[in-house]
Structures are given as structure tokens and as C-alpha cells.
């Protein structure tokens, strides 16, 4: 009988040990996500931001990594657009503007072809951190499939500004 009390009680606690929040193990999921981001094993990536989900649903950096693995697939194959924008979109819900979320949800939605929602993300990156030459970049890309080429041109040299190589080649292609 004692025996089986103690056997019990080990059960529940280690039940129940699992079930609660643990920052270290919230923390483990997400250096090993991020570890698997970045050697390319986005489905390892996936698991593990899955899991720092579950342990911490409150926090926003499970999500964020997430949204930028499925932004990852998005990007290069068109797959899983809709739930970067889901996590990245739950990010905002949580913590608004967290890291670059505005930034990986308007690449999503330049991939979609949704180009004013990417613009207004992108303008809430811009309005968040002004000095990111990417943001301009891409918000130029946005105005060149819009064909608004003087905005365009402004982006470009604001980003070659910032030091983008990229930038400074196509403005000095498209904006003569």
C-alpha cells in the first residue's frame, strides 16, 4: 500500500511537473529552434517553436519563430503563407512590432501578392526602426510593382543610403 502511494504521487508529480510553464525549458525550444532555423531544417525549427508554444502560449518568441520558419517556406516555395501570417499576426496580438515581425509579415504578403497590406507593413516597420536598408528596399519593390517609380526611386536611394548594395545597383538602373 505505501508503496503504491509513493509510485501515485511520483506519477502526479511528474504529471504534473510536465504540464506547468518552465522558463528554462521555454528557453531550450527556443535556442534549439532557432539552432535548426539556422542550418536549414526548418521542419526541426517548426517542432521546436511548436513546443516553446505550448509551454508559454503568453510569450511571443515562440510564435515569431513560427512565423519566420513558416516565412522561410513561404518565401522560397509559396507553402505555408498562411500560417506565417497567422503567427506573425498572433505576435502582434501579444506584443505589437515585436523584433521584425511587420517586416517578415510584409514579405508574406509580397509572396501572396497582397501589396498594399505589405506596404502598410512595411510602413510600420519604417515608422518602428527608419534605419533598416531591407525595409526600404522592399517597400521599393513594392512601389515598382505598383508603378509608382518616383516612391520607388526615394526607397532605393534611402536604402543605398543605409549601405545596400542591392539598393544602390537597381537605383542606378531604374532611376536615371
Same mark, same amino acid.
Given at each position: 500500500m505505501n508503496k503504491l502511494y509513493i509510485l501515485? +504521487?511520483?506519477f502526479i508529480v511528474a504529471f504534473i511537473g510536465c504540464q506547468m510553464p518552465h522558463t528554462a525549458?521555454?528557453?531550450d525550444c527556443i535556442e534549439k529552434g532557432k539552432k535548426a532555423l539556422e542550418n536549414h531544417d526548418l521542419d526541426s525549427a517548426i517542432k521546436y517553436f511548436d513546443q516553446a508554444v505550448i509551454i &508559454?502560449? @503568453?510569450n511571443p518568441e515562440g510564435y515569431y *519563430? /513560427?512565423?519566420v520558419t513558416n516565412c522561410s517556406y513561404?518565401?522560397?516555395d509559396s507553402t505555408n503563407c498562411d500560417k506565417t501570417l497567422y503567427n506573425l499576426n498572433k505576435v502582434n496580438g501579444i506584443s505589437p512590432g515585436y523584433k521584425r515581425t511587420y517586416y517578415n509579415l510584409a514579405v508574406c504578403k509580397m509572396v501572396? *501578392? &497582397?501589396n498594399k497590406g505589405a506596404l502598410i507593413d512595411l510602413n510600420a516597420a519604417i515608422a518602428k526602426d527608419s534605419t533598416d536598408a531591407d525595409y526600404y528596399l522592399n517597400r521599393a519593390a513594392i512601389f515598382l510593382r505598383l508603378n509608382d517609380f518616383p516612391n520607388a526611386c526615394k526607397d532605393l536611394? @534611402?536604402?543605398s543610403n543605409l549601405g545596400s548594395a542591392t539598393a544602390k545597383v537597381r537605383m542606378e +538602373? /531604374?532611376?536615371k
Amino acid at each position: 500500500m505505501n508503496k503504491l502511494y509513493i509510485l501515485f +504521487t511520483c506519477f502526479i508529480v511528474a504529471f504534473i511537473g510536465c504540464q506547468m510553464p518552465h522558463t528554462a525549458s521555454f528557453r531550450d525550444c527556443i535556442e534549439k529552434g532557432k539552432k535548426a532555423l539556422e542550418n536549414h531544417d526548418l521542419d526541426s525549427a517548426i517542432k521546436y517553436f511548436d513546443q516553446a508554444v505550448i509551454i &508559454d502560449p @503568453k510569450n511571443p518568441e515562440g510564435y515569431y *519563430g /513560427l512565423g519566420v520558419t513558416n516565412c522561410s517556406y513561404c518565401y522560397n516555395d509559396s507553402t505555408n503563407c498562411d500560417k506565417t501570417l497567422y503567427n506573425l499576426n498572433k505576435v502582434n496580438g501579444i506584443s505589437p512590432g515585436y523584433k521584425r515581425t511587420y517586416y517578415n509579415l510584409a514579405v508574406c504578403k509580397m509572396v501572396i *501578392g &497582397d501589396n498594399k497590406g505589405a506596404l502598410i507593413d512595411l510602413n510600420a516597420a519604417i515608422a518602428k526602426d527608419s534605419t533598416d536598408a531591407d525595409y526600404y528596399l522592399n517597400r521599393a519593390a513594392i512601389f515598382l510593382r505598383l508603378n509608382d517609380f518616383p516612391n520607388a526611386c526615394k526607397d532605393l536611394e @534611402k536604402a543605398s543610403n543605409l549601405g545596400s548594395a542591392t539598393a544602390k545597383v537597381r537605383m542606378e +538602373t /531604374l532611376c536615371k
